[in-house]
């Protein structure tokens, strides 16, 4: 942009964003997000930071005037240590109470009262005190064994190295209490003050920023060098009293940590009566947390009678008596720069909306898909829109709404092409979607035979993306199949290639050959089916022969495979282009191999989700399948089991809504070689 037209955004900025604080502030009324404010916010502080003779006094800106170790020891936790499950509407925060509710007898259930404080976006920490004096510092872990970072935490101003003397102790309590172990769990955070001296630190010696306080926090504990930790000025707030002192409620609690000379947030906190209270609490915190020292992305809510809270004991690594009821997902607003239309391997032609890179949730993003014309126009978007984008579901970033009283005019329609970019071909238009129905077109073919090589389907290792598209433009191949008829010196006309990686990837295509039936059914891209489709049908079918024959009917009555699906795959079988395919194939040598399962896991369907550490989640899908098992993309009712890694989505929240059977990893294998 010239400055011109920075002057123009710079201007619409400052009205926009002040119409915003006129609803929320004078009328009470939240037509946009906080998180989405924010990124306005941030980006005329940009803007002016690049154009300071451009800031006005009225510009809503203008209101905020040891010795290394070589390793970690592993520390056994005195008592597990757990985290929440969390909820994310009032209705689970109802289903939570009323699960715990009818555990309970009905004088338990009408003394039930709830303390609710922040939850804090850090660290999660254990300190144990003996005879006063700190001894050990400690990470979660896996709960049952974390990391000893005594040195690290020694660091943190907040936290004592020795806790106050016994008598005073005692003199404030009213009562004798043992001393000699005292064990205490917290939140080591990092300010956003600090967090944002840090990153501007980086900015001036031209280092790239961090993403986020919470991920700057837990790195700063796990530095091998206390030096380093003691330079990022970390805070703590502890909420959490194991040893028993003689508390019967967690309110109590929380006022013994601070007469033991233990920072706690017992200011922002409160004792809720009943769930309205709660909630009356939620979003009153939620308004203030932009005015909080540190970041917090909800509320923990917990049942403040110690007793109950014990009988009511855990379920997986969370307890039954408490939960994190999270803030509304996050939001931010940038700017769609462009929009461009990319062809698949299936055909069909996609939307997607080139952005102005925004940080979200500490991801950066910078495309998203449209999905398709209809979205586009339910929008009203246009190119040069500013948008509010979120992450939804499992993290896909996600257009969600324009602020169309931020245009000035300059914005482009979307013109949805006609022809397709890749070949010219003329598009046509099913439902919602466009096509380019062209078999031999470059992108589509391209696409398809990266697909086919992948790990999921023919997976050979080392013919990655680029080599496929350096052998078509040499027209070493025209298709997938084509690829088994290669010899090493074909090989040598590719850029970088020499005689010894011609050879590794010639003997890659030719250990290929022999596929599993369910991969193989994958590799062919049939329109709408994926992996688990594959697998159902291998399993009804037992060959492709007998899937290739199969009447639609005989496809429609498969659980998990519609009239859509059933007839996509149907269709595909009946051109004669893809038979001639798959021909191709098996006369090159390709052996299709039915593999019988293992019924150990027959009947159980499984769902995973998150990030696992020992495996991908493909590797352990198939360690399911190889059992017996069936494995779903969604959380149903007929789910056994959802296998949880980390940072899993939304499926976890509805297995939790659902009282499906949740598994972390450890449990998961656990569960596998027990049976």
Request: glycine fraction near 6%.
């Amino acid at each position: 942009m010239d400055k011109d037209e920075v002057k123009k955004r710079i201007e619409k900025l400052r009205e926009t964003i002040n119409h915003y604080r006129y609803l929320y502030h004078v009328k009470d009324v939240s037509e946009i997000s906080d998180e989405a404010l924010d990124s306005l916010k941030k980006e005329l502080f940009d803007l002016e930071q690049e154009y300071p003779d451009l800031i006005t006094p009225d510009s809503p800106t203008q209101k905020i005037g040891g010795e290394p170790l070589e390793k970690f020891e592993k520390f056994k936790h005195p008592k597990r240590m757990t985290s929440f499950n969390d909820a994310f509407s009032q209705e689970d925060i109802y289903d939570w109470r009323d699960r715990n509710f009818r555990l309970l007898r009905e004088e338990e259930k009408n003394s039930v009262e709830f303390y609710c404080e922040p939850k804090l976006d850090g660290l999660a920490i254990e300190l144990i005190y003996r005879n006063g004096i700190l001894e050990v510092g400690a990470t979660r872990g896996d709960g049952i064994i974390g990391e000893n970072v005594t040195s690290n935490l020694k660091t943190i101003e907040s936290i004592p190295l020795r806790l106050r003397s016994k008598e005073n102790i005692e003199k404030d309590l009213g009562k004798n209490i043992n001393y000699n172990e005292i064990v205490v769990r917290g939140e080591a955070v990092l300010t956003k003050e600090e967090f944002k001296r840090i990153n501007k630190e980086r900015l001036d010696r031209g280092e790239e920023i961090y993403a986020n306080p919470r991920n700057l926090a837990a790195g700063s504990i796990r530095q091998l060098n206390p030096k380093i930790t003691s330079e990022r000025n970390l805070d703590a707030d502890f909420y959490s009293l194991v040893s028993d002192l003689g508390q019967k409620t967690h309110g109590e609690e929380h006022k013994i940590l601070e007469i033991l000379g233990l920072k706690t947030n017992n200011r922002y906190n409160k004792i809720c009566k009943n769930l309205e209270e709660v909630f009356d609490y939620y979003e009153d915190l939620n308004k203030k947390r932009n005015d909080l020292p540190y970041e917090i992305d909800g509320v923990v809510v917990a049942i403040n009678n110690n007793r109950i809270y014990e009988k009511l004991g855990i379920v997986g690594k969370a307890p039954r008596g408490a939960i994190a009821f999270k803030f509304p997902q996050k939001e931010a607003t940038t700017i769609v720069n462009d929009v461009i239309f990319q062809t698949g391997r299936t055909g069909i032609v996609t939307p997607v909306a080139i952005l102005k890179p925004v940080a979200l949730e500490g991801v950066i993003i910078s495309r998203t898909t449209l999905h398709n014309e209809d979205e586009i126009r339910r929008l009203n978007l246009k190119i040069g829109d500013t948008a509010v984008i979120t992450r939804a579901g499992d993290v896909i970033p996600k257009v969600i709404r324009v602020l169309k009283e931020m245009r000035n005019g300059s914005e482009k329609e979307i013109i949805f092409p006609k022809k397709c970019s890749a070949c010219d071909a003329d598009l046509i238009k099913k439902d919602a979607l466009w096509f380019c129905p062209k078999k031999d077109c470059y992108t589509r073919r391209y696409k398809t035979i990266v697909h086919f090589v992948s790990k999921p389907a023919f997976n050979i290792v080392g013919l990655g993306p680029n080599i496929v598209k350096d052998l078509l433009n040499k027209k070493l191949i025209l298709d997938a199949a084509d690829l088994f008829t290669l010899k090493k010196g074909d090989l040598l006309e590719l850029e970088g290639f020499k005689k010894k990686a011609s050879n590794n990837l010639i003997n890659a295509i030719l250990n290929s050959k022999r596929i599993t039936l369910p991969r193989f059914i994958y590799s062919l891209s049939i329109p709408i089916v994926g992996i688990e489709t594959a697998n159902v049908l291998a399993d009804r079918f037992n060959s492709i022969d007998n899937l290739k024959n199969s009447k639609k009917e005989d496809l429609e009555q498969i659980i998990d495979i519609g009239p859509i699906v059933a007839n996509s795959i149907f269709s595909w079988f009946r051109d004669e282009n893809n038979l001639a395919f798959m021909d191709k194939l098996l006369k090159n040598g390709v052996e299709i191999v039915f593999e019988k399962k293992e019924n150990k896991l027959q009947g159980l369907s499984f769902v995973l989700t998150g990030t696992l550490k020992e495996m991908t989640r493909d590797d352990a899908k198939e360690m399911i399948r190889k059992a017996g098992g069936d494995i779903s993309s969604s959380v149903s009712s007929r789910t056994d089991y959802v296998v949880v890694g980390e940072n899993p989505g939304s499926k976890f929240d509805k297995a939790k809504k659902l009282g499906v059977k949740i598994l972390n990893e450890e449990e998961f294998y656990e569960f596998i070689e027990s049976l």
